[in-house]
């Protein structure tokens, strides 16, 4: 069977695990951008903390995905479980960083100005510095959905969503009837999933950053 | 009640001034010295005070201990009567406009957005911002309609500048601090603006804390000038033409510099000194009248206006021998003029420039209201001089019957 017969004929099927992939990422992104965001608004004034959390958040990256996705089926089992928490940890480093640089890039003169007119903390914090580096913490977000969307895949190893369900099973009986069809299918639903949402991303970064600060 | 702070320190009108400040000091953390010790002034409402002196003196730390950016280690902040030296600082900066030199507009919001980050705090009903934003922007020469919705990138330092004066205005509070506002502006823009702060606090009246390093605008803006040495003690206080006709010290002396005598003369302006006794004749009149104008004169041309009073011709007892008629324009052009408004230091520039030595002074309709020269000039500078001497005499005896008598 030919690859395009293939597709015609596992359409569906391609497009289940694609969108479950996609919900998988969406919900981890979801919750990293969370964490991310608050971990970023609490250090970043403070270097020796900020220092912390990036190395921990840094060290998380660097785990080799399939022995982290390993490690955790002790604790959580297999499934949907081990495959966010997993996710969110490789998620985290940069949209924490993103937003610590983003907060820390605000002019010093915008600050003070801000504080001279009477503007408290939280009022600061929310009006100014982070619709300023709003467009750096997004920037983070989309490097995270990319990482994430690669990272998914493997997640078929402790019976994740997604399309890495296929790429195994290919990559599983190699030489078989069908095997490449599998892989090749898998892969290329996982490129196009990365170049879909980063597509979205862009927009919504678009959206939501204003227009004074646009180019 | 014991008075611990300096005479000159003091407001000289008497009524309750808008801030004062008692024994203000600052010291920093891990810092050996003082950044400010023990300052006492007091600002009367409606006045520009300018803060002035050399980079690191504690100028600019001293307006940040007023809105409490920097909040003060002893001493009192007393504004409008109040001790606000322990008040919520947020609600306090409410109550005070701030001004620095980088401006610090908001890049994300909208021009009206950044006019109107405190009437919002401050709760104000959306059509009275919406109002309040297009009255400002009108009064800082902005159109708003062009402007109100546009982002500050998309303006020139100068209209940012102005902008920025806007939004320390919007809640219209009683007292603006400003930090060196015009600094990073080019200078022909700078002076533009200079002048049109002025003209606007002609209007508003508001009372305004100044910090500049330049005493040319500080000379330019000050009502009162405040000229700051280390750790930002008072050097002198006091109108601008005392400290340049009688600078209290040599710190004084030297800070103001050796222009001081011409710079007084950006103080005063042309209507306020005695025109000169140049002959003026008016047309119609034959070369006879002149004639007899120039000889009981001592000058050596006249001044010929025409039927509006407006200067025509000079002319010289050499053109009185041509044939032409005066009408037909002997002599040489009726030039300089400047308007009455004009400051002297202008005048006698073109003064120096002219012909004769003397320039014309005109009204705004344009018509002859006299001629002044050098001699107007100098006997303007021995009046200021005078005047500075028996300000400094009424002082010194004023701080004798201080001292006796407490």
């Known amino acids: ?161 997604g399309l890495g369900e296929d790429i195994f099973s290919g990559l599983a009986r190699i030489g078989g009837a069908n095997a490449l069809n599998l892989v090749l299918g898998g892969t290329l639903g ?21 227009k004074g600060l646009r180019p | 009640m014991s008075e611990p702070q300096a005479h000159p320190s003091k407001a000289g009108n008497g009524a309750e001034p808008m801030i004062r400040l008692e024994q203000l000091t600052k010291r920093f953390p891990r810092q050996p010295d003082y950044a400010v ?52 600082a947020d609600a306090l900066r409410r109550r005070m406009g701030y001004v620095i030199q980088q401006i610090g507009l908001f890049p994300h919001v909208t021009i009206a957005g950044n006019i109107a980050i405190v009437p919002r705090m401050l709760g104000w009903k959306k059509k009275r911002i919406t109002e309040r934003v297009d009255e400002l922007l009108e009064l800082v020469g902005m159109d708003p309609d062009a402007y109100r919705d546009r982002y500050p990138k998309e303006l020139s330092g100068g209209q940012r500048q102005r902008v920025g004066v806007a939004r320390a205005m919007a809640a219209d509070p009683p007292v603006i601090l400003m930090d060196e506002p015009f600094s990073a502006i080019d200078p022909i823009t700078r002076d533009r603006l200079q002048n049109e702060f002025l003209r606007l606090q002609a209007v508003i009246k508001k009372t305004i804390v100044f ?76 070369p006879a009248d002149v004639r007899e104008a120039l000889r009981g004169s001592g000058k050596g041309a006249a001044l010929l206006l025409d039927e509006e009073r407006r ?40 003064m120096l420039k002219s012909g004769y030595g003397s320039v014309i002074v005109v009204d705004e309709s344009g018509a002859c209201q006299g001629v002044i020269d050098l001699e107007t000039v100098l006997n303007a500078v021995h009046a200021m001089r005078a005047e500075a001497l028996r300000h400094a005499a009424e002082f010194e005896q004023h701080e004798l019957e201080e001292v006796g008598g407490s």
């Open chain 2, 311 to 350: 200067p025509f011709r000079w002319v010289d007892a050499r053109d009185l021998d041509r044939p032409e008629r005066l009408e037909s324009g002997v002599g040489s052009p009726a030039l300089p003029v400047v308007r009455s408004s004009t400051t002297l230091h202008t005048a006698l520039n073109e």
């Open chain 1, 1 to 161: 069977m030919s690859f395009l017969e293939y597709l015609s004929k596992r359409q569906d099927h391609l497009l289940e695990l694609a969108i479950e992939h996609a919900q998988v990422v969406a919900l981890s992104i979801a919750i990293a951008t969370v964490i991310g965001l608050a971990l970023g608004i609490l250090v970043y004034q403070r270097p020796w903390w900020a220092q912390v959390v990036l190395g921990i958040t840094g060290v998380f990256l660097t785990i080799p995905s399939l022995a982290l996705f390993g490690v955790l089926i002790p604790f959580v089992g297999l499934g949907y479980k081990p495959t966010v928490i997993a996710l969110v940890m490789y998620a985290l480093l940069p949209i924490v960083r993103n937003t610590v640089t983003g907060l820390r890039g605000v002019e010093e003169a915008i600050i003070d100005s801000a504080r001279g007119m009477g503007m408290g903390r939280w009022r600061r914090l929310l009006r100014v510095e982070l619709p300023l580096a709003w467009p750096v913490v997004m920037a983070g977000v989309r490097v995270s959905t990319l990482i994430l969307v690669g990272i998914t895949a493997i997640a078929a190893v402790v019976n994740g969503p």
């Open chain 2, 37 to 88: 010790e023990n300052l006492s002034m007091d600002i009367p409402a409606g006045e520009i005070v300018v803060l002035v002196g050399p980079s690191g003196c504690g100028k600019t730390t001293t307006m940040r201990l007023i809105n409490r950016l920097i909040e003060p280690t002893s001493g009192t902040i007393i504004l409008e009567g109040e001790d606000v030296t322990g008040v919520n």
């Open chain 2, 211 to 286: 910090v500049t390093h330049d005493i040319d605008e500080a000379v330019k803006l000050g009502d009162r000038i405040a000229i700051l040495r280390d750790k930002s003690k008072i050097a002198q206080y006091d109108t601008p033409e005392h400290v340049l006709t009688n600078p209290a010290d040599a710190y004084v002396e030297d800070f103001v510099g050796a222009g001081a005598a011409i710079r007084r003369l950006n103080l005063s302006r042309v209507d306020e000194v005695e025109h000169a006794d140049w002959p003026i004749v008016q047309l119609p009149a034959e």
């Open chain 1, 190 to 210: 996982v490129i196009a999933l990365a170049l879909l949402f980063d597509a979205f991303f862009a927009g919504v970064a678009r959206l939501t950053t204003s």
